[in-house]
């Protein structure tokens, strides 16, 4: 009973901060990725031109969708907790849906291949993480690949806060409070991300999800990258 609430009391913390320090940072920050060009990375592209045509996809926090389309001979869902990120993917001719990673609205085992990108490093405990990857997992089909990237402790910008600063239209990074309280904070929204040691995305998908099998883990992009896929035909 006390065991229950204390985990009650945990989720409603994390719930607060993630609403606080996510969501809400990405709401009020999507109109800038309505005319934006963010370049996709090419090890995130190369992986989706190398799906077999007709296979279907799903893009798991798709932001502003710009995975969505790199490959046209494959399927592609986008998903995304960012009501606004969401419409202006859908204003470009995209599929998608608003919905939460830890929660997704897709059957079990119906997807090809499942890609996240920088998506996980936005849940606040090791249970959130567990959670949104048994998630991927679980829309995954047999043989399905998963794609997942995840912010980095092993690079220059180990930082918990992102700023946007909304009248240079950019965002910076900040290295700790007193970098953060120095500059104007009317202008600042700082972003939560959990920075993954070496070998701990990795971790998480073997221990909560025992029939991936890790095919490739490498550094990309101040990220950790792991490719997986799904035991069975
Ligand atoms: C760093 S952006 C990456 C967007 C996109 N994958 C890309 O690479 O351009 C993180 C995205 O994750 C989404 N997100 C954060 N928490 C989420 C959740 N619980 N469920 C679904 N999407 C979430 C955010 O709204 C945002 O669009």
Redesign the pocket.
Known sequence: MVDQQCQDEKRTIAEALENEH??KV?DQTAHYFRNAR?KAWPKVGHFLNSLEPGSLVA?????HG??LDINKTVFTLG????AP?CSIAQQSGHSVVVS???RLPFRDACFDVVIS???VH?FTTVQRRAQALKELGRVLCPGGRLMVYAWAFEQKHRTVAVGFNFSKRKMFWCRGATNIKSRNPSLLHKRYYHVFREGELGGLIETFIPEMEILESFFDHSNWCVVAQKNGV
């Open positions: 996510v969501h990405y963010y893009d798991i926090g798709c932001g710009k995975y998903c995304d907790r960012s990120l939460d990673n830890l990108i920088g998506v936005h």
